[in-house]
């Protein structure tokens, strides 16, 4: 039987906590990481970094995690200019919403997985 060569190299993972202790650590998985039919599934594309991950619910999508500020701006905004009556108003609610959420983006050491 072949191997199936699912153990990691967990060095920068291990680094990243090392040198990172007080930070949490976020796993995202993508789509393609629970496409199947099976109750757990083994991800080979599993990198790691330092980011930010908006720890807060968003009223346009309640599955979605943000860990890409320029997404989530095009989102908010998106979101908002369906209530906006003009430009002006569009963008003191976009500045103020951006405020709001500010608080909510945390630093963490995210693990992407996928397939």
């Not at 072949?2 to 993508?30: F, Q, W, Y």
């Not at 990481?33 to 757990?40: I, N």
């Not at 209530?83 to 003191?92: C, K, M, N």
């Amino acid at each position: 039987m072949d191997n199936l060569n699912i153990i990691k190299d967990s060095a920068e993972l291990r680094k990243l906590i090392t040198e990172n202790p007080e930070l949490p650590i976020v796993v995202m998985v993508g789509q393609e990481a629970a496409a199947s039919e099976w109750c757990w599934t083994y991800c080979t594309d599993v990198r790691c970094g330092i980011g930010e991950v908006l720890d807060h619910e968003v009223p346009w999508n309640d599955e979605q995690i943000y860990d890409d500020k320029t997404e989530f701006e095009e989102d908010l905004w998106d979101y908002l200019s369906d209530f906006a009556d003009t430009v002006p108003e569009l963008e003191e609610e976009f500045k103020r919403s951006k405020e709001d959420y500010a608080q909510h983006w945390h630093k963490a050491i995210i693990v992407r997985a996928d397939n």
